[in-house]
């Protein structure tokens, strides 16, 4: 699934659309993403200057939004049909080594539970095979007219 087709999915545009294309997924099971992290991202302009680390707070953020196509991908829905997935909780973090440019930050998600509109997605982002960061999320599916 290339970007453009990620769009079709999510609301995300430039520079908060974090998910650069989606190597494989099973519906609701799981997906695998990735971003390519450039020295030209935004963030790196105060994130940490001569020493760019992309914040993990934005991983955090790329998991979710990969996590959010597998949900829309699983419910045959999009953003454009007045849907968003929006944070319910983010648990068990942990971050284990920096995410700078140059690195291919991939992006795992699979589907824990799904009870009423809240789904659990045990999520992890690697680089070089090595564990970036770790974390569940709790997402909420919602109507986005609510919101407006």
Known sequence: MNVNEIM????????????????????????????????????????????????????????????GILGFLSTGSTADDGKLYLFAGVDKVRFKRPVVPGDKLMLSSEVEAVKRNIWRFKTVATVDDDIACAATLLCAYRDREKFQ
Do not use: C, W
């Not at 790196?44 to 955090?60: L, W, Y």
């Open 8 to 67: 079709g999915l999510l609301p995300h545009r430039y520079p908060m659309l974090l998910v650069d294309r989606v190597v494989d997924y099973v519906v609701n099971e799981r997906i695998l993403a990735y971003k390519n992290i450039t020295i030209n991202e935004d963030v790196f302009n105060g994130h940490f200057p001569g020493a760019p680390i992309f914040p993990g707070v934005m991983t955090i953020e790329a998991l979710a939004q990969a996590s």
